[in-house]
């Protein structure tokens, strides 16, 4: 008798508290204090002036003024479109390069490879940051302002991305290459029919990574372009800011800054474990 | 003052001792070190100096533009010598460098030329677009440029000692590290408590891993709007919510603005360092955590003796990235959320006043704003050569 109530109290105990309460409550508490920011974006992104000031923690009756304001009158959408252009640009270009460059690697024999190998890995200690004043200078030169090429061709090469695939391709047994050389294959039908379908793993890794590296850059951007209807979509939301008879609208400004987040969230949110081995020891470049 | 000569020929007689050292203690022949030296080192002496003209040594500088070209002599030799040691023990020691023979038979293609047009363009947008930019940008912090001027003048290492002259650089600068610091040690320290949180098998884990990782992909940019809207000035919501005794003046009050910034990107970073503390925590062995429970390690001597040991790859990993993040990302947080480097400058980073003086500012300097790149190159190197001297040493690969 007496057994059977001490082996039952600590069934019923977990019954009611939850195994590891405090870790529950204490993840409970990070995931408020992180969730409250967004949260309270999303309500004032629905809400008009006059709401957002009586700071209500309610769900507004803005949301169809503002989203006039962001897609009718400031047209957010076209500095969507020229930030989606401008990361789908850099992610494919980079990936093909460093496919490219993890091929010659691996597969070729030639002299000074080390060397050159280097040249491409010592580019991780120059970040572009360090070198702005001199590259604005340089496309200045190249009369590149003010276009595409201005916002991709200068990170189309990738460091992380050759060490990424270079690595990669030498855990691949060497009979596969020697096979697809029996049967003729040239080195580019080897690297896109036999390589990139046993590499998805690894071009995912690098393609979410280099995508939100890409979407949610903010000082190139802001330098090179100066024609407004060029913008990326991390500079254009700032226009939103500007409210009829001064002051900060937040309402379409949140609104904004609610819709440019939604793409690089739902491809992180979605491709968590390919964006966490997508890194080597290295920052994204 | 001093004159070329002399100064390339202790550059030699100093290179010449260093390598002919180097070559005695890796037992290849002394006298090529001593020669090799002599040529690398006068070389490298000059690899500043010539582009510059010798011009900190001239009679009219001050005394500190002369101990700045000694600096330049000394990293210019640093930069020649190093490589060529390396490059020429390397090759003395059999192991060759442009033969293929060291390199793996197996699998690869016959013509090696097939590799040039692989790495073409890669190699050619490395040169183009980050070579080449960094060694304008020593060029350009030589002279006096401003943006749309059509004619530049040579002003020797003016730009660099204006920033010694007065003392708002070095504001700048101490500014940089201590809200760097702060980010990284706020951001990495809760994360790694509520991922010692997120990792155990509880109810729910994924759930609160995706609630917890997703700030990750919020851009800086939107992070700076998303605390604005909570910190303005003018009917924020902090102030509404923590009541008139906690009007500090988030965004206008140059004491608590930093902290704006700090706080903000905290709570951008620490998705990522979350992330990366949870998969670090799953790779610590359960029965080496067992075996310290019986060897009767308490829960907390557990934690700082076994599982921090083990998580220091993640941690060193983690310190360059948040450091880099902290030093450049930062930028765009700053920008929406305090224009224009804050009350009283209190937000103005080394980075951010580099795109002010350069881009942004009137009267652009882009000379000016060139030789501040270079000390943050600079910086940015040795945080890079540092951490991996004493963090890669302390750290614990695998179990």
Redesign the interface.
Known sequence: MTNTIASARPQARSRWIPKRWYAHISLWIACFFLGVPLFYTLLVSTQTRQEINRYEFTPGSGLAENWDIVFNQRHLQDYMVNSAIMTAAITIGKTILSLLAGLAFVYFRFPGKWLVFGFVLITLMMPTEVLIIALFRFINKLNWDNTYLALIVPFLASATGSFLFRQHFSNIPAELSEAAQLDGANPLQFLFRVLVPMSWNTIGALAVVQCLYAWNMYLWPNMIITDPNLDVVQVGIGTLRAGEGGGIQYGPLMLGAVVASLPPLLVFILLQKQFMSGFTLTRDK | MISPLPLVMIAAAIGAALLGFAFVRSGVRWFLGLGLGAVAGGAGSMLFMIPLDYCTFAAERKPYEAEFGFLLVGIGMAVVLIPVGWISLRLLRGES????AS???????RH?????P??A??????V???????I??VR?SAHLSRLGAKREAFVCTTNYTRLVENSDYLDVVIRTMYISAAIVVLSMVLSL??AT??Y?P??GASI?R?????????????AG??????F?P??G?ID?VLGSAFRLGWTNDPKVAPWTIIIASV?KS??YNI??YI?GLQNVPKDLIEAGAIDGAGLIRRFTHIVLPMLSPITF?LI??NM?YA??DT??TI??LTPGGGPLESTNTM?YQ??QL???GERAD?GK??AQ??V??VM??GM?IVSFRTGGRQVTYGA
């Open positions: 460098l442009m033969s293929t390199q793996p038979t197996q699998g690869t293609f090696w030329w097939i590799a040039i692989l790495l363009p890669t190699i050619t947008i490395l183009l677009f980050l070579y080449y930019p960094s304008e940008t350009l408590l509520i949180m997120a155990l509880i109810r609160y995706t609630l917890l990782i997703w700030p990750n992909a919020i851009s800086p940019a939107v709007l998303i605390f604005l809207l909570i303005n003018l009917g919501i509404h709570w620490m998705g992330l990366f998969a990993f360059i990235t880099t030093f450049f930028y765009a920008d929406y980075m580099v795109a350069g881009v942004f882009l704003a060139a790149s270079i943050l190159f940015v190197i890079t």
